[in-house]
């Protein structure tokens, strides 16, 4: 039996930020059923929030009695790296979850929905391919954009999903028949196992990039890495993103330059 953490950042999510947990607890509550999973956790950073998203965490957290939760309000980092580093150190020490290899750190997103084959899935995914990480995919949520950038946007998924793209110390296409994989990497969609995370140093305190940050710290350390392409993760299409040069950015970007060619 495994051990799972899921953790979520949030910054001004009031809106959205119910709805990411939901899907969490419904995809540890599966997997618990499954008998994947022994003890189920969901940690929440809410990170220099404005509105109300500290107490709607909160809330939504004390109806669980079911799962281990644990919620801080993180005032201080100064990087989204540095705001997923903390909040996972400060969920295992709280929760007394040590690195341990039958233990997984899951991340996901706010402003995104999680299946509830979720983590028995990925799971299934590192089992199958002996794997330390599994990077998934995510699907976009309804984006109201020009044609031109919708078309855009499906070339720059499709450019990294040729096959082919794995090194030796990757799992191949994932294993379970998950075709090909791919080379992107998603925080809304990511689990590694805690051993590997801890070892490795975590997620690297950027501006940016953390998601890709910590795959490569893994690689560099010689932990495979499965990329598969499902289970995938609804997430937001909104411009801009919380998260300075995330997807919300680059959805802006393609939208303006494409409206632009338009005009």
Wanted: aromatic content about 4%; charged content about 20%.
């Amino acid at each position: 039996m495994t051990d799972v953490l899921v953790a979520v950042p949030a910054r001004d999510e009031e809106q959205r930020v119910v709805s990411c947990l939901d899907s969490v607890a419904v995809a540890l509550r599966r997997a618990r059923a499954h008998g994947t999973v022994d003890r189920a956790a969901v940690a929440v950073a809410v990170h220099r929030s404005t509105d109300r998203t500290v107490e709607v965490v909160t809330d939504a957290l004390a109806a669980w009695p079911d799962l281990e939760t644990f919620c801080h309000a993180d005032d201080d980092s100064t990087t989204v790296g540095a705001v997923r580093s903390r909040l996972v150190a400060g969920a295992c020490e709280a929760l007394d979850l040590a690195p341990a290899p039958d233990r997984w750190l899951f991340s996901t997103d706010a402003d995104s929905v999680v299946p509830g084959s979720w983590v028995t899935e990925l799971l299934a995914h590192a089992d199958a391919a002996a794997a330390h990480c599994v990077a998934g995919m995510v699907d976009l949520e309804t984006w109201p954009a020009h044609p031109a950038a919708l078309a855009a946007y499906e070339r720059i998924v499709a450019g990294g999903m040729e096959a082919g793209v794995h090194d030796r110390r990757d799992g191949g296409g994932g294993g379970r028949g998950n075709g090909a994989g791919h080379r992107h990497v998603y925080g809304a969609n990511l689990a590694v196992r805690l051993d590997a995370y801890a070892a490795c140093g975590g997620f690297p305190a950027v501006p940016h990039g953390e998601d890709h940050g910590l795959v490569g710290r893994l690689r560099a350390a010689g932990h495979r890495v499965a990329s598969v392409r499902e289970p995938a993760v609804l997430t937001s299409a909104r411009m801009p993103g919380r998260a300075r040069q995330g997807l919300g950015d680059l959805l802006e970007r393609l939208a303006t330059q494409c409206a632009c060619c338009a005009g």
